[in-house]
């Protein structure tokens, strides 16, 4: 696949499999001798990478992910995506002296 093509992918994967919770895509998309590699987590495979998803879509029924940066090189495409927080932090009150 050219850089164009996996970058294309990966967009897929973040536009349909997660904002989109299309969970059987993601078997299409990820070829079985897929690994993960999280910065400052262990390396998983693609049955713990796939449980990972049913459980992030299970835990925020509203996700949204918007990728705002995606760079390749060969096959490896990292993006930085970002998702709206599911919880708005809590306001703090303000204080007059």
């Not at 349909?16 to 079985?32: A, H, I, K, Y």
């Not at 001798?33 to 400052?40: D, E, K, L, P």
């Not at 835990?59 to 708005?88: G, M, Y």
């Amino acid at each position: 696949m050219s850089i164009e093509e996996n970058k294309a992918l990966v967009r897929r994967y973040y536009d349909e499999v997660l904002t989109g919770r299309n969970r059987e895509l993601l078997d299409q998309l990820v070829d079985p001798s897929f690994v993960s590699h999280i910065s400052g987590g262990a390396d998983v495979g693609m049955g713990a990478y796939a449980a990972a998803v049913e459980a992030t879509l299970a835990a925020f029924a509203d996700l949204v992910v918007t990728v705002h940066d995606q760079v390749a090189e060969e096959d490896k495409v990292p993006a930085k995506p970002v998702s709206p927080p599911a919880i708005p932090p809590p306001r703090r009150p303000m204080v007059r002296h």
